[in-house]
């Protein structure tokens, strides 16, 4: 998204808009999530659901 959250120019039509400072950017995020870690927390779930059914 390029696009900024807080419009500074005349675009910005209402008057608070127009008052308010630019958006700070914001570093983009890194994806941490694993197909790894995805796998084992699906089988943890399924396992916990499955071993809560017998007992």
């Known amino acids: 998204m390029t696009r900024r ?7 910005a039509r209402h008057p608070f808009r127009q008052s308010l400072p630019p958006a700070p950017r914001l ?3 890194v994806d ?3 197909d790894w870690k995805l796998f084992m ?4 779930a399924f396992f916990v659901c499955f071993y ?3 007992f």
């Not at 927390?41 to 943890?44: C, D, R």
């Open 41 to 44: 927390l699906s089988f943890g």
């Open 32 to 34: 941490q999530d694993s």
């Open 52 to 54: 809560m059914l017998i």
């Open 5 to 11: 959250l807080v419009l500074t120019n005349e675009a």
């Open 27 to 29: 570093p983009a995020q």
